[in-house]
Nanobody, 128 residues
């Protein structure tokens, strides 16, 4: 069974940078896209952050992170990355990576329903 695992979370001050990694294990990645979502509070739906199409590399970002975050991938390692800079306190959340395994297109890359494989999450905390 394919599993995703996030790493790289931590605590930084406003303006700092972090890079999150999402590694795959247990089988072939075989995903149309990889995305990052974040949940700021328990009980809320994770919010879309960024997505990348695994084949062509097209990227998508939420307006709140555009220009500050950069999503990349390493196909050979089946690993995705979220490079975060200019971090703000409002970026504090648990960050999840997700994959759309076995799919050939996305109707709405911002929707959690498009992704069928999720990691456990990694905490990012930004202090003022």
């Amino acid at each position: 069974q394919v599993q995703l695992e996030e790493s790289g979370g931590g605590s930084v001050q406003t303006g700092g940078s972090l890079t999150l990694s999402c590694t795959t294990s247990g089988g072939a990645f075989n995903s149309y896209a990889m995305a990052w979502f974040r949940r700021a509070a328990e009980g809320t739906v994770p919010a879309f952050v960024a997505a990348i199409l695994w084949g062509g590399g097209t990227t998508y970002y939420s307006e709140s992170v555009k220009g500050r975050f950069d999503i990349t991938k390493d196909n050979a390692r089946n690993t995705g990355y979220l490079h975060m800079s200019g971090l703000k306190p409002e970026d504090t959340a648990v960050y999840y990576c997700a994959a759309s395994r076995g799919m050939t297109y996305l109707r709405d890359y911002r929707s959690t329903a498009e992704y069928n494989t999720w990691g456990q999450g990694t905490m990012v905390s930004v202090s003022a």
